[in-house]
């Protein structure tokens, strides 16, 4: 057999495994999603509101120079409808106007509120308050990135849950309502509970919140609603179904307060802290035998703008490429351990093999398969079935997320929207598919000798 | 391309053209169900303001009484969530018109369906309707076979207000093993203040620690302890979780003269928790033979202790400003802060920072 035939067999055989995890995934979040349904369908959250008994929360926003959004975005934090928040704004050495547009907003004053360090965090520069927004803190620091800043603001935190929400997201005014409404029925166990992610491009957004849904019209980010509810809806509600879910999206997700500080916050030497605090508490909470739960739920909504330039989607899948790479490597003696049960040798080896790798086998094939073709090596009806067979499982996943959706949250109701995202899941396959794998590849490569920023994803902000 | 090749391209396509028309199908059929839906709901508003103001005619019951199982639903659940807006008697005239209607005798036997699912979401209508007549048959569904069925039911007891069917409700709860279950110990909360002697007594026969934790938070959200003697009594129990909810009690119930020396005895508790608590309740007592222990407690190793006494002390006016005050030039820079904290925040908060 010819070194080709080799490579063609072991790109089969990724390629099954690869659409074979991918349908069972599909199969259990299918379940899981009709199951959740049921249980909300009659859910209008009296009991956690007028009970009392709702833990308090602490929402976190960590800010860098998000000076076009965050007015809107905190606004949308205070009117979410749960009884016990408190909003804390962690700006972080923002370069824009972020911190004075803040202060002018909601009349900030600077307090000499005491700050305990927990986690270590850069310098703390002043901490703003106003009697007119008594649940609002605004926590002005020395820029450290990301989780430097979401340290920061859990050192400030008062409640024993923290939320963490990106800048330039908004919630729905139930979400919050509906993630505790999943972790309160386990409230001893459930550690870490993230809700789902959506795409706000095309849609109506105030300071209300989104107030119409609609598909964006550009293929670019229609591309990416389709994988973030591809993402969203069967990845991570299988994973979570599976108890193996090792991801809380950094822009929308609850986490006990006790136990973060216990795992030391999280890494300022990542840029995938989100997936490394959740793999830590993994690995923390099954080394102490402690029982735990993380947990994905499907209704609470955050929305968020996507990049939609080739410059910021690019920048967007290198720092995910490269923090999926920090995270196995921090986390390596995770990978295949007995030791950590389902984690060890089910979930990291997914994570290694199906997502870090993938971009390897990925480019290689779009690489040599049609060389193989043109050159003679390789049965011209062999790869027109591969080329084929790939499009259409990939395409029939996506419909089969569609139909997902259609039959469960109904966020896109006009037919035109269906088929606007209908048609970006048949053409994400001619270049953009084989983009996305490349600039992984060139992350997977070349990541541990660059530096790490706040990479800009050129997003437009809601209020313009 | 060989026949087998072109057969699993051939059905792949088939699949996506399937997945496709479902998926443009059920959207057709739920802008449908959305319509009619719709429509149902402005057939129903006239009709539900006539019922709240002056109660249903039997003509004006034909149109609900005539409706397919599914639009049935439809308009109790629509008639169900405008009953929450409207007054007490108004209420109960809709809740009248619906069960003359038929409506609730409909949802209400779904509370025996082959199917848990229905059972369960039979209960939560049942419970919102709001109706105490229809309390025995969801004390009924408390030893249903299922689960999920059970927690409905404690809920739907919670939301009919069922005190007298407390007991019940405790007895599913050990069942089910969930204290730590809050959503559930919210349904004991909403049966409302009377529910005080009941949650006393369940707590004196209370077969486990977490099972008195969860009966003492619901103790504190209710703010009446029909026994207060047994809650200071549970704040010297051996686990730390009853102590910090015992002493979280004694700041909320109603003001009990010997809460103080309970609060005052905690704050020498080895557990922080327990010490932080009881500062704030000592704060929320409000007795000011406090201050002097308080003062005591600001230079404690646990922020939160510090920072709930330093409250505390601001709460208990002039005297206990005046410590805080002191603490300014306290030697300790943990006293010091705090006090600058609290004192700051105060005169903020009344309009009084320079």
């Known amino acids: 057999m010819s070194e080709l035939a080799y490579f063609s067999l072991l790109i089969t055989g990724y390629f099954v495994a690869v659409n074979t995890v991918y349908l069972g995934q599909m199969l259990v979040a299918w379940r899981a999603v009709r199951r959740r349904l049921r249980q909300i369908a009659l859910e209008d959250f009296r009991d956690i509101r007028e009970s009392g008994l709702a833990p308090p929360i602490s929402i976190i926003v960590p800010a860098y120079n998000e000076g076009k959004n965050i007015i809107e975005s905190v606004r949308s934090l205070l009117a979410l409808r749960y009884p016990r928040l408190e909003v804390v704004v962690v700006n972080d050495g923002s370069r824009d106007d972020t911190l004075e547009r803040l202060v002018a907003e909601f009349g900030l004053r600077r307090t000499p509120r005491v700050y305990w360090e927990r986690i270590r965090s850069r310098p703390v520069r002043g901490i703003y308050w106003s009697p007119a927004w008594p649940g609002l803190w605004v926590l002005d620091k020395v820029n450290g990135r990301k989780a430097d800043a979401v340290n920061a603001g859990i050192n400030l935190a008062s409640a024993p849950y923290v939320c963490v929400v990106d800048g330039d997201s908004v919630l729905e005014p139930d979400a919050m309502s509906a993630i505790m409404n999943a972790v309160l029925p386990r409230s001893g166990r459930t550690v870490a509970a993230g809700g789902t992610v959506r795409i706000a491009n095309g849609c109506a957004v105030s300071r209300a919140g989104v107030t119409r849904v609609g598909a964006p019209s550009g293929f670019l980010a229609a591309s990416q609603v389709l994988e973030y509810l591809r993402s969203f809806l069967f990845g991570r509600m299988a994973w979570s179904e599976l108890e193996s879910l090792m991801i809380v999206s950094g822009a929308f997700g609850v986490f006990r307060k006790d136990v973060v500080v216990e795992v030391g916050g999280f890494r300022h030497d990542t840029v995938g802290e989100d997936m490394d605090l959740v793999v830590r508490m993994h690995r923390h909470l099954r080394a102490a035998g402690r029982p735990y739960r993380v947990a994905f739920v499907p209704d609470p909504v955050c929305w968020t703008e996507c990049p939609e330039t080739l410059t910021g989607l690019r920048n967007q899948r290198e720092r995910w490429q490269r923090g999926l790479g920090e995270t196995l490597d921090h986390n390596r003696e995770m990978l295949a351990s007995p030791r950590f049960g389902r984690i060890g040798l089910f979930a990291m080896p997914y994570l290694m093999g199906f997502e870090y790798l993938a971009p390897l086998l990925e480019v290689a094939g779009y690489a040599i398969l049609p060389a193989g073709w043109a050159l003679g090596l390789l049965e011209h009806g062999l790869f027109l079935m591969f080329v084929g067979a790939a499009l259409l499982y990939g395409l029939c996943l996506s419909l089969a997320t569609l139909l997902l959706e259609e039959l469960s949250f109904r966020r896109y109701r006009e037919p035109r929207d269906l088929l606007r995202l209908t048609l970006g899941a048949v053409l994400e396959n001619f270049g953009l598919r084989q983009l996305h794998s490349w600039w992984r590849l060139v992350a997977l490569l070349t990541w541990r000798g660059r530096p790490q920023t706040w990479a800009s994803a050129g997003r437009r902000g809601f209020a313009g | ?354």
């Not at chain 2, 026949?3 to 059929?29: C, D, K, S, W, Y």
């Not at chain 2, 002697?197 to 026969?205: K, M, P, S, V």
């Not at chain 2, 029909?226 to 700041?251: C, I, N, S």
Request: aromatic letters at 4%; one cysteine or more; charged letters at 25%.
């Open chain 2, 1 to 354: 391309m060989s026949p087998g090749e072109a057969t699993i391209l051939v059905g792949l396509g088939g699949i996506a053209v399937a997945l496709f028309l479902a998926l443009m199908l059920f959207n057709r059929h739920h802008r449908l169900r959305d319509a009619r839906a719709e429509g149902l709901r402005r057939e129903l508003a006239p009709l539900l303001a006539r019922w709240a103001e002056r109660g249903a005619t039997a003509e004006e019951l034909e149109w609900p009484a005539r409706l397919a199982d599914g639009d049935a639903r439809t308009v109790l659940l629509l008639a169900v969530a405008a009953l929450s807006d409207l007054p007490v008697e108004a209420a109960a005239r809709v809740r009248h018109a619906l069960h003359r209607a038929g409506l609730v005798r409909r949802e209400v036997s779904r509370l025996g369906a082959r199917a848990a699912l229905a059972r369960a979401e039979a209960c939560r209508i049942v419970g919102r309707i709001g109706d105490r007549s229809l309390t025995p048959l969801l004390l009924a569904r408390l030893r249903d076979p299922d689960a999920a069925v059970r927690r409905e039911a404690i809920r739907a007891l919670g939301d009919l207000g069922a005190v007298e069917a407390l007991p019940e409700m405790v007895a599913a709860i050990a069942r089910l093993g969930e204290w730590d279950n809050l959503i559930l110990l919210m349904a004991l909360v909403r049966t409302g203040p009377e529910a005080a002697a009941g949650i006393a007594a369940l707590i004196r026969t209370a077969s486990s620690p977490a099972m008195t934790k969860a009966l003492l938070q619901v103790t504190g959200r209710l703010g009446v302890a029909a026994d207060p003697g047994l809650v200071r009594e549970l704040a010297r129990h051996p686990d730390t979780e009853v102590r910090v909810e015992a002493v979280r009690v004694l700041g909320t119930i109603a003001p009990d003269p010997d809460a103080a020396a309970v609060c005052l005895a905690a704050m020498d508790d080895p557990e922080w928790p327990v010490r932080a608590l009881a500062a704030w309740s000592l704060g929320r007592v409000g007795d000011d033979r406090a201050i002097a222990r308080l003062a005591r407690a600001m230079g404690d190793p646990a922020y939160w202790v510090r920072h709930h006494v330093a409250e505390a002390l601001a709460a208990l006016g002039e005297r206990g400003e005046a410590t805080l005050r002191r603490g300014l030039q306290d030697d300790n820079p943990f006293v010091r802060d705090m006090a600058a904290q609290t004192l700051f925040m105060r005169a903020l908060a009344e309009g009084e920072a320079a």
